[in-house]
Nanobody, 123 residues
């Protein structure tokens, strides 16, 4: 069973940066899309960014475009979310996930999840 472990969350001032990491216990065999989601209390989990294992496709939620960057280090079975120019609205629990589909953007398409890491942006 593949396990995903996030790290890098924390408290940051508005305008600051954080980098989240997601380490997989092994190559996510037959899983082709890696992603990041976030969830605030009482709200649905929302797609933030996704990347194909080959690196040939990336996508972002409109709210984070030009501020967040997803990347992948296949040799380390790890993917990252670089978050710049953070805003109050970015505060949430961030989850990494993996999906079998080559392009996946909805939570139900992802079948392996990390435990989540809290990101809090203070103004």
């Amino acid at each position: 069973q593949v396990q995903l472990v996030e790290s890098g969350g924390g408290l940051v001032q508005a305008g600051g940066s954080l980098r989240l990491s997601c380490a997989a216990s092994e190559r996510t065999v037959s899983r082709n899309t890696m992603g990041w989601f976030r969830q605030e209390p009482g709200r649905e989990r929302e797609f933030v960014a996704g990347i194909r294992w080959s690196g040939s496709w990336t996508d972002y939620a409109e709210s984070v475009k030009d501020r967040f960057t997803i990347s992948l280090d296949s040799a380390r079975n790890t993917w990252y979310l670089q978050m710049n120019s953070l805003k109050d609205d970015d505060s949430a629990i961030y989850y990494c996930a993996a999906a079998k589909e080559h392009v996946a953007k909805t939570a139900r398409e992802f079948n392996v999840w990390g435990q989540g890491t809290q990101v809090t942006v203070s103004s």
